[in-house]
């Protein structure tokens, strides 16, 4: 069995409490943040009752709403249900117009596309965007993205942990309470951050160095999202754990794209 084929099925004997566990830190890593999860009773693996299972808050102060199932029994009628409990304030305790999205995850393998279209109609004849994460979409993201969870989960190992993208690179260090988090405003060097800038559009290399603690990896971060910006980069954080990288390198690369690796030295 292939790896992603692995992690398909590994995500599909999961428990309840285990996939919303999962999907919680797969929403994390998609970009989300932190949710506020509901749907677990507290130090326990076990689902509670009420809706929405997790929920995030938007900038302009509306909700994103996450429901979670494994059912695969009329499964169609327990997503409008499911939906219909979060646009309902005595479930919620917020009114419908306050919703600004529905993330709904599930382990339904066969949804037709009649029955994508009637659910996704469904949800914006109330205005609100319906996003539909399912099995196959879980398993590819995980093997191809965020590879971590294959092993935190499932003990899958998709490659060495050595490449990363930036974002799974700073929320991975920032879980390190120990270490100074990048998660921060960049502030008063836009002078040499202009002049690192410039360096780099002469030459393909550059190395910042300096004493600990003096902020390399958080200027360095900073470079990168600013040329990304620029000039359409994927970044890559490279941190060695003294193992061979060419297999890393062979996964994460893909043609005609460009790329822009940071390596992080400690």
Avoid: W
């Avoid at 109609?121 to 965020?146: E, H, M, P, Q, W």
């Avoid at 050595?162 to 390190?176: E, G």
């Avoid at 990304?228 to 490279?238: F, G, I, K």
């Avoid at 790329?259 to 992080?264: K, R």
Wanted: charged content about 25%; some cysteine.
């Amino acid at each position: 069995m292939s790896k992603i084929a692995d992690i398909r099925y590994q995500i599909d004997q999961l428990d309840g409490g285990t996939f919303q566990r999962l999907c919680d830190s797969y929403l994390y890593y998609r970009g989300y943040g932190n949710g506020y999860s509901l749907g677990m009773n507290s130090g326990t693996n076990k689902t509670a009752p009420g809706s929405p299972d997790t929920y995030f808050l938007t900038a302009d102060k509306r909700y994103i709403l996450v429901m979670y199932t494994t059912q695969k029994r009329d499964f169609v009628s327990k997503v409008i249900d499911d939906i219909n409990k979060c646009f309902n304030p005595e479930k919620t305790g917020i009114s419908a117009e306050c919703v600004a999205e529905i993330i709904y995850c599930h382990t339904y393998g066969r949804l037709t596309p009649g029955e994508d279209q009637r659910l996704r109609t469904y949800c914006a004849s109330r205005g609100v965007l319906l996003t539909l994460i399912g099995l196959d979409v879980l398993s590819n993201d995980i093997f191809r993205k965020y590879p971590i969870l294959a092993k935190d989960y499932f003990g899958i190992s998709v490659d060495t942990g050595q490449i990363m993208p930036l974002d799974i690179f700073v929320a991975t260090h920032d879980a390190n309470e120990i270490s100074a988090p990048l998660k921060t405003n960049f502030l008063f060097r836009e002078k040499e951050l202009d002049q690192a800038i410039a360096s780099l559009q002469k030459s393909d290399v550059l190395l910042i160095s300096g004493p600990a603690g003096i902020g390399k990896t958080r200027f360095a971060l900073e470079l990168c999202q600013k040329l990304s910006a620029l000039d359409s980069y994927n970044v890559l954080c490279v941190r060695s754990n003294n193992l061979p990288l060419y297999e890393d390198l062979i996964a994460a690369i893909e043609e005609d794209k460009k790329y822009l690796v940071l390596g992080v030295t400690v």
